[in-house]
C-alpha cells in the first residue's frame, strides 16, 4: 500500500507533476456502489455485518476505515472518468479493484471502483457506450461478471491465463496468456485487440486498468513484460484512443515487484504518459 505515497511522491520530484495537478476526491456514495452492487452487499459494508466467508473471499480482515478507503478509492475513479470527460485523460492514482463482484469483495477488492465510474457516467448520460481496457495480470474477473449482458459495455482483459483467479468469467474480448510471455508477443497481441474494441464497440470513454503486474520482476504475475514493454503497452492504448478521439482515465491496479521501486517507477511513467497524451489531445 505504501506504493500510492510514493507515486505521488515521484511525480513532485520528478516535475511530472506539481501540487496544483492533484484534486482529492469526493468519497463515492453508497447509491454510487448500488449502480453495480446489490444493496445486501453494500449493506454489509456500511454496517459492518460480512461473514466470515465474506471475509475470507475479501482476503483482507473488515474494519471501518477499510471501507471507507474503498469508498474513497472509488470516488477517485468517478472523478477520474468525470475529468476523461472533460479534458481528455483523468488518473486515479489508487483504484482498479476489478475483482470486486456485485455481491461480494474478492481478491483484496471491495468495491468495483471500475465498474462504478462507468456505470455512473452512464447512469449521469455522460457517454452512451464505454469500454474497460484491462491491462492487470490477472483478469478482471468481477468486471467481467458486472457487465456482462450489459450491450454499453465493451470489457477487454489481457492477463496471464494460469494465474488468479481460478474462475474466469468471460469478458467481452479475453486474451489468456501462459506464462512468462515476452513483450515481443505481448505487444502486437495487445495492438491487434485495443483496435478490435475500439473500432468494433465504438466507446465514447474507455477505462484503462493499467496494472503494473505483468512486469517481470512482479511477486505475484508470471509474465516477462520489461519497463521498457509497459512503456509500450501504454502507448499502445493511450495512442489508440487519443487518434481516435475517444477519452480515457486511468487506474493502477496490481502493482507488487520485489522492489517496490520498480512498481514505483513503471507507475509514475505511465501516468506521465497519461499525462502527456492529454496535453497532446488538448492542443489537437
Given at each position: 500500500m505504501v506504493k500510492y505515497r510514493l507515486i505521488h511522491a515521484r511525480l513532485l520530484e520528478t516535475g511530472v507533476a506539481t501540487a496544483g495537478d492533484f484534486t482529492e476526491p469526493e468519497p463515492a456514495t453508497p447509491d454510487d456502489a448500488r449502480l453495480?452492487?446489490?444493496?445486501?452487499?453494500?449493506?454489509?459494508?456500511?454496517?459492518?455485518?460480512?461473514?466470515?466467508?465474506?471475509?475470507a473471499t475479501l482476503e483482507l480482515p473488515y474494519s471501518a476505515e477499510l471501507v471507507e478507503a474503498a469508498f474513497l478509492g472509488a470516488?477517485?475513479?468517478?472523478?477520474?472518468?468525470?475529468?476523461?470527460?472533460?479534458?481528455?485523460?483523468?488518473?486515479?492514482?489508487?483504484?482498479?479493484?476489478?475483482?470486486?463482484?456485485?455481491?461480494?469483495?474478492?481478491?483484496?477488492?471491495?468495491?468495483?471502483?471500475?465498474?462504478?465510474?462507468?456505470?455512473?457516467?452512464?447512469?449521469d448520460g455522460l457517454v452512451r457506450r464505454a469500454a474497460v481496457i484491462d491491462c492487470d495480470v490477472h483478469q478482471g474477473n468481477g468486471t467481467a461478471s458486472i457487465f456482462g449482458g450489459d450491450d454499453r459495455v465493451f470489457t477487454f482483459s489481457i492477463h496471464q491465463e494460469y494465474?488468479?483467479?481460478?474462475?474466469?468469467?468471460?469478458?467481452?474480448?479475453?486474451?489468456?496468456?501462459?506464462?512468462?510471455?515476452?513483450?515481443?508477443?505481448?505487444?502486437?497481441?495487445?495492438?491487434?485487440?485495443?483496435?478490435?474494441?475500439?473500432?468494433?464497440?465504438?466507446?465514447?470513454?474507455?477505462l484503462y486498468v493499467a496494472g503494473a503486474d505483468p512486469y517481470r520482476g512482479d511477486l505475484?504475475?508470471?509474465?516477462?513484460?520489461?519497463?521498457?514493454?509497459?512503456?509500450?503497452r501504454d502507448r499502445i492504448?493511450?495512442?489508440?484512443?487519443?487518434?481516435?478521439?475517444?477519452?480515457?482515465?486511468?487506474?493502477?491496479?496490481?502493482?507488487?515487484?520485489?522492489?517496490?521501486?520498480?512498481?514505483?517507477?513503471?507507475?509514475a511513467a505511465t501516468i506521465g504518459a497519461a499525462l502527456a497524451a492529454g496535453e497532446g489531445s488538448q492542443r489537437a
Open positions: 453495480v452492487h446489490t444493496a445486501g452487499y453494500v449493506e454489509k459494508l456500511l454496517t459492518g455485518t460480512l461473514s466470515p466467508l465474506d471475509i470516488g477517485g475513479t468517478i472523478g477520474a472518468v468525470r475529468s476523461s470527460l472533460e479534458r481528455g485523460v483523468g488518473v486515479n492514482l489508487a483504484g482498479g479493484f476489478h475483482h470486486a463482484y456485485a455481491d461480494h469483495g474478492e481478491g483484496f477488492c471491495v468495491l468495483n471502483d471500475v465498474a462504478m465510474g462507468v456505470a455512473r457516467a452512464l447512469e494465474n488468479y483467479p481460478a474462475i474466469k468469467p468471460p469478458s467481452d474480448l479475453d486474451v489468456g496468456l501462459p506464462n512468462d510471455v515476452k513483450g515481443s508477443v505481448y505487444l502486437p497481441l495487445l495492438e491487434d485487440a485495443v483496435r478490435k474494441v475500439l473500432d468494433g464497440h465504438e466507446p465514447e470513454m474507455v505475484l504475475g508470471g509474465l516477462a513484460l520489461t519497463k521498457a514493454d509497459l512503456a509500450a492504448v493511450m495512442e489508440n484512443c487519443t487518434e481516435r478521439g475517444v477519452p480515457f482515465a486511468v487506474t493502477l491496479a496490481g502493482g507488487y515487484a520485489a522492489d517496490t521501486d520498480d512498481t514505483v517507477e513503471i507507475q
